[in-house]
């Protein structure tokens, strides 16, 4: 394998762990906020910070005709891969927790497999099948056991919250193949940030009838910063550059990361506890990744 398609690879490899590694904190942030702002308003206020932050950005890099020929894809993507996510997941953090919401988030990959094939006819070798089957079977581990399909204290019912997270998924899954489809070779930063000007005018009108008519804390600010600087506009340039690189398919599989990272952010963070079954999980599902993003196959060569 020449420099050029190795130098590639491990671009591709550290944007894959960085952007499961910043995903994994979102759902933290996403609860923060929500339980002050509301679902929809969480949702609005992050797309609206992120949009801010990367549009100027964009512009100094000279990529506003880029923006100006594809924003009416860019701005279906935000739909598709923000606006609805966005929104889905924070209802369903209303009553479920964020372990048990990043759990059903890994099932992205199994969505965005199924579209890529019925769509863009991108049917996954042995090989990528088994390891998609091994990273859900990681996660199916991680998830054994939870309790937690119970109304919570406000009585909200989680069995909607589950679905809003399945519906979440499906909309990622079609979102990466409409974006390998119709925006594959388009600047990574163009797409992200048209997707969150997309998003934020989505969700312009809900955010305002919705917003609370309290005063969020200084501290539920913070959280939708960092959900809107950290865990999105920089997060989305890095997604959209993995798509470009390994694929749709291959991209989604981050998300069998991000339990991985969120249990490692509850024990540095929050003091909780890591056990054996834990840590054996992790190794699951990173085998699993590996497999399904053909990387033990690139380190072999």
Not at 150 to 174: F, H, N, Q
Not at 190 to 210: D, E
Not at 236 to 263: D, E
Request: some cysteine; aromatic content about 12%; hydrophobic content about 55%.
């Amino acid at each position: 394998m020449s420099r050029a398609p190795v130098a590639q690879a491990r671009r591709a490899a550290r944007d894959f762990v960085l952007l499961a590694a910043v995903w994994g904190s979102s759902f933290m942030f996403m609860r923060l906020g929500v339980t002050e702002f509301g679902a929809l308003p969480t949702a609005g206020v992050r797309v609206a910070i992120a949009a801010l932050f990367l549009l100027p950005v964009l512009w100094h890099q000279g990529l506003g005709s880029d923006l100006r020929q594809h924003w009416k894809s860019t701005f279906f993507v935000g739909l598709l891969n923000s606006a609805i996510p966005f929104a889905c997941y924070a209802y369903a953090l209303l009553s479920i927790s964020t372990g048990l919401s990043s759990i059903l988030n890994a099932t992205v990959p199994l969505f965005g497999a199924l579209v890529a094939w019925l769509w863009l006819k991108d049917r996954p070798h042995s090989m990528k099948i088994l390891g998609l089957l091994i990273g859900f079977l990681g996660v199916a581990m991680l998830a054994w056991g939870k309790d937690s399909f119970k109304p919570d204290a406000s009585g909200l019912v989680t069995g909607w919250a589950v679905l809003a997270c399945l519906g979440a998924c499906l909309c990622y899954g079609i979102s990466a193949s409409f974006t390998k489809r119709y925006l594959t070779g388009v600047p990574s930063l163009s797409i992200a940030t048209g997707s969150q000007i997309g998003a934020t005018i989505g969700l312009a009108l809900p955010t305002l009838w919705l917003w609370p008519s309290h005063t969020p804390s200084n501290s539920a600010w913070l959280a939708l910063l960092a959900l809107g600087v950290l865990c999105t506009a920089l997060a989305y340039v890095l997604y959209f550059r993995l798509i470009n690189a390994v694929g749709a398919a291959g991209s989604l599989t981050v998300t069998f990361l991000i339990p991985v990272f969120a249990i490692l952010y509850g024990v540095v963070f929050l003091g909780e506890a890591v056990t054996a079954w834990m840590l054996l999980c992790g190794v699951i599902i990173l085998t699993g990744t590996a497999l399904s993003m053909d990387l033990l196959k690139r380190q072999a060569k």
